[in-house]
Structure formats: structure tokens, C-alpha cells
């Protein structure tokens, strides 16, 4: 996103001789590129998770990692992001097509609106506190028992009822807000168990283009929206 905003022009060209290279090659030789790209990824990531890292990196490293991390969205496998147990990236190749990795008018655009926009990486429940009534609120948790291993910290259950609870502690501040999840029984019987305030589910047709079974991404009403009534379409 940083680089996106203030370095665009420089990112562009390293996204050109990716891309480039990438697309010359044999379907073997892509593959052992992605591993490559992958295993630098990661190495470039474990020096950078920590504030006290990214002040001593240089300018040049973050575009480095910025233009890894879009060829690995555009050539892993169905543009998933997902850790192993260690904190390191692991999705397997792609299909093995020829790749866009972006559009320059679309970059162009983006950078410009992002110029006055600050984007924060933290846990959730440090801006809790932070939230006004002024403000909008849009809450989408890894869903309820679905795949939700795609970093090294596991997602539980006492997860989900936490993240319900703050939607709780939000409506009775006034805030508008709106949390997704899937449309499970389970999970509304804690919708319902835990929710003090008035609140409305919505279903949601969706292809889960994620399932491996073809068959199975038809449009079915899998997801759902909880609104509270400070939600202009209450």
C-alpha cells in the first residue's frame, strides 16, 4: 500500500521486469520461478515483521518485497494467501499463465487517492476505543468453521465471540456497523446468544470460487451481513 502511494513510478518498473521474464518462460521454468520469488519473499518478510526492522530497512527493499508479493497474488494458486506454521508463505503455483500483475491507469489512480489516506495494520481491538459514532465500522472475520489457518496464529472460537462481542460494544456506542460471516447455524445460535442489541442478518449469494469441486461455486446464499440500526438501510 506505501509503495503503491508513494513510490508507484519505481514500483511500475520493477513489476515490468517481473512480469517480463515471467511470461518467456517454459511452464517449467515458471514454476521453479515462482518457488524462487516465493523463497525471497519469504526471506525479505522474516527481517521486516517487526516495527524495529522497518526502520532499518531501505526503500528499495520494501519495493523489492512489494513486487514479490503482487507476482505471488497473480501466479499462486487461486490468489490465496496463506503462512505455515512459521510465519512463511506456502501456496503452491498457479496455473501457469501469462500474467497482467497490474493496470498503469488504474496504479496511476490509485496512488493519487491514496495520498491522503492512512491504511493501519494492528490488532482490531486496538481502535475499539478509538471509534466515534462519526465513524463506520465494517468487520469481516475469518468465517466460521471454514479454512481459517492462513497465518501462524490459529483462529478460534473464543475469536469469533470476541469480535461479536465488539460488534455488541459498538451498537451500544452509537457507531454503524456492519460484520460477515458465513450463513451457519452454529454461528448465528452465537449471534443470537451474545448479541444484547437490535440487530438484522442479511443473506448473501456467493460463488465460492475457492472449492476445489466445480460444481460446488454455483451461487448459494453461504454468507451472510449482521447490520445494526445505525446502518442507513436498516
Not at 14 to 29: G, K, M, P, R
Not at 85 to 111: C, D, T
Not at 130 to 152: A, E, G, L, Q, S
Request: proline share 1%; charged share 25%.
Amino acid at each position: 500500500y506505501s509503495d503503491i502511494k508513494n513510490n508507484s513510478d519505481i514500483l511500475i518498473k520493477e513489476l515490468d521486469n517481473i512480469q517480463n521474464h515471467y511470461n518467456n518462460l517454459s511452464l517449467e521454468q515458471k514454476k521453479e520461478y515462482y518457488i524462487d520469488i516465493r523463497n525471497k519473499f519469504n526471506d525479505t518478510k522474516d527481517t521486516k515483521d517487526t516495527k524495529d526492522n522497518k526502520s532499518n530497512k531501505g526503500k528499495n527493499e520494501f519495493i523489492q518485497l512489494s513486487t514479490y508479493f503482487m507476482f505471488l497474488n497473480k501466479t499462486c494458486f487461486n490468489a490465496l494467501y496463506r503462512e505455515n506454521s512459521k510465519g512463511y508463505f506456502n501456496v503452491p503455483f498457479g496455473n501457469g499463465k501469462n500474467i497482467e500483475l497490474y493496470n498503469s491507469k488504474n496504479m496511476k489512480n490509485l496512488s493519487n487517492f491514496l495520498k491522503n489516506i492512512k491504511i493501519e495494520n494492528e490488532n482490531y481491538q486496538y481502535y475499539v476505543d478509538k471509534i466515534t459514532n462519526k465513524d463506520f465500522v465494517y468487520i469481516d472475520p475469518p468465517y466460521y468453521n471454514t479454512f481459517t489457518t492462513y497465518n501462524k496464529t490459529k483462529w478460534t472460537n473464543e475469536d469469533d465471540i470476541n469480535v461479536i462481542k465488539t460488534f455488541n460494544k459498538l451498537s451500544e456506542n452509537g457507531v454503524a456497523c456492519i460484520l460477515s460471516n458465513s450463513n451457519n447455524s452454529e454461528y448465528l445460535s452465537l449471534l443470537n446468544e451474545h448479541l444484547t442489541v437490535d440487530y438484522k442478518v442479511i443473506e448473501i449469494e456467493i460463488s465460492r470460487c475457492l472449492n476445489s469441486d466445480a460444481s460446488a461455486r454455483k451461487k448459494t446464499a453461504c454468507e451472510i451481513i449482521v447490520i445494526n440500526k445505525f446502518c442507513s438501510n436498516w
